[in-house]
């Protein structure tokens, strides 16, 4: 495990997480990171993805308004910010590095080559 997740937990549907994802200087420098999800059962999909190259984001249909992914280069950090949470948003969240990810592959998991141990998030109607 190259990357370490944090930030997870239980929360009212409507209510607000911020999750971190810390990175050596090595793997922070690479181009694309990601917030991937998995629910129970369901396969691990792409939440968000952040370039380093343009600071540029993707997000899935499903987040978009309501999640925002930045980076802190001081400290080597990604970050995802979760709002008006919904019970479906519950999912074990990992985050995720590559070199060459990019708009057109960035929810694709077979792209990243570094990833964390994943931070559960619960969500409660």
């Known amino acids: 495990v190259q990357l370490q997740a944090s930030g997870g937990g239980l929360v009212q549907a409507g209510g607000s997480l911020d999750l971190s994802c810390l990175a050596p200087k090595r793997i922070f420098s690479m181009n694309a990171f990601a917030w991937f999800r998995q629910a129970p059962g369901k396969e691990r999909k792409g939440v968000a993805c952040?370039?380093?190259?343009?600071?540029?984001?993707n997000y899935a249909d499903s987040v978009k308004g309501r999640f925002t992914i930045s980076r802190d280069n001081a400290k080597n950090t990604v970050y995802l910010q979760m709002n008006s949470l919904k019970p479906e948003d519950t999912a074990v969240y990992y985050c995720?590095?590559?070199?060459?990810?990019?708009?057109?592959?960035?929810?694709?998991?077979?792209?990243?080559?570094?990833w964390g141990q994943g931070t559960q998030v619960t969500v409660s109607s």
């Open positions: 995720a590095a590559d070199r060459f990810a990019n708009s057109g592959s960035y929810d694709k998991t077979y792209e990243y080559d570094y």
């Open positions: 952040i370039y380093n190259n343009d600071n540029g984001a």
